[in-house]
């Protein structure tokens, strides 16, 4: 099996007495659009967290690739989340004193990288996510969905491998909810990037090709 993430009986407590986690295992191929679909406080943005490298488990191992990444040192991750893994969150987390442009470029800037490489490659997103008018404008100035799509740009800038998405539609009407859904499973299937997201909304799942029910910690059923 070609498996870009595994988890093996991963279990997470904060306080050593209530477990977030219990005993989760389970496998995402590469290519997978993977929905953990779950109320709120079933465990599944803890998850979502442990899987992407942002927690740790308190036991269990996670692998990315085939390299365990449960036990790796803060600036080995940075480089992960740098160069394999994109992050897209419900409250977009743009910086608001920069353009869509800054923003998409932000990893790069960060990361020290010359953004003269990456030119052709956010000149592709722009007009990908149907955004280039946007380029030059701040993001108080555009609409929620379109504000998501600037920070699906840039989860997407670096190329990574897989995607990790927390409620990416929490914030946004129907009408947006509906059309941000349909660009993921477009950029899962013709740029074939692996996508885990985590969402309450059985709409949302079923644009996934897997999805995975989480209730109190638990897989319940896949």
Do not use: C
């Not at 050593?16 to 219990?22: E, I, M, T």
């Amino acid at each position: 099996m070609n498996s870009i993430i595994r988890a093996e009986n991963i279990s997470k407590t904060f306080d050593g007495k209530y477990w977030v986690l219990k005993d989760i295992s389970l496998d995402i191929q590469k290519g997978d659009f993977v929905s953990i679909l779950g109320a709120s406080g079933s465990g599944k943005s803890t998850l979502l967290s442990i899987l992407g490298g942002m927690d740790i488990p308190t036991e269990g191992k996670v692998y990315i690739e085939k390299e365990e990444i449960t036990g790796l040192k803060e600036d080995r991750l940075a480089k992960l989340r740098r160069t394999k893994i994109g992050f897209v969150f419900q409250f977009f987390n743009l910086a608001p004193y920069l353009t869509v442009e800054e923003n998409i470029l932000l990893p790069i800037i960060l990361s020290g990288k010359k953004i003269k490489d990456v030119k052709a490659r956010l000149e592709y997103l722009l007009e990908y996510l149907g955004i280039e008018k946007y380029r030059s404008q701040m993001p108080s100035k555009i609409s929620g969905g379109e504000q998501q799509r600037v920070a699906i740009a840039r989860g997407l800038i670096f190329e990574p491998n897989i995607i990790f998405l927390d409620e990416p539609t929490g914030n946004l009407d129907s009408a947006s909810s509906k059309s941000i859904m349909e660009l993921l499973a477009k950029i899962n299937k013709e740029l074939e990037t692996t996508i885990v997201q985590v969402t309450h909304s059985m709409e949302n799942a079923k644009y996934g090709n897997k999805i995975i029910k989480i209730f109190d910690g638990k897989i319940i059923q896949e």
